[in-house]
Nanobody, 117 residues
Framework: QVQLVESGGGLVQPGGSLRLSCAASVNIFSFYVMGWYRQAPGKQRELVASIASGGSTHYSDSVKGRFTISRDIVKNTVYLQMYSLEPGDTAVYYC???????????WGQGTQVTVSS
């Protein structure tokens, strides 16, 4: 019954910014790691950013320096702040989480990000 709900996607011009949100139905400390993936049509899914339960973060080389992953423990929400967006960032962005106890993977429904002029 764990649910992850993404929001915040949309259409932006190159160089613009968006903040994606992933709201979890449970305490996010119950997750070993949470992250953001993205997938464009005809392309492989790729990990964009992740944050572990202890707070450590990881970013793909393609977004490092432009994207920031963060969390709000009270709101059980993980964010992906995206700056300097490029057309190559266009994709469906998915929130993911791995349960600490049972090591089960959970996925949100995805939110579309389109970067175009």
């Amino acid at each position: 019954q764990v649910q992850l709900v993404e929001s915040g996607g949309g259409l932006v011009q190159p160089g613009g910014s968006l903040r994606l949100s992933c709201a979890a139905s449970v305490n996010i400390f119950s997750f070993y790691v949470m992250g953001w993936y993205r997938q464009a049509p005809g392309k492989q899914r790729e990990l964009v950013a992740s944050i572990a339960s202890g707070g450590s973060t990881h970013y793909s080389d393609s977004v490092k320096g432009r994207f920031t992953i963060s969390r709000d423990i009270v709101k059980n929400t993980v964010y992906l702040q995206m700056y300097s967006l490029e057309p190559g960032d266009t994709a469906v962005y998915y929130c993911s989480a791995k349960d600490t106890v049972v090591l089960r993977d959970y996925w949100g429904q995805g939110t579309q990000v389109t970067v175009s002029s």
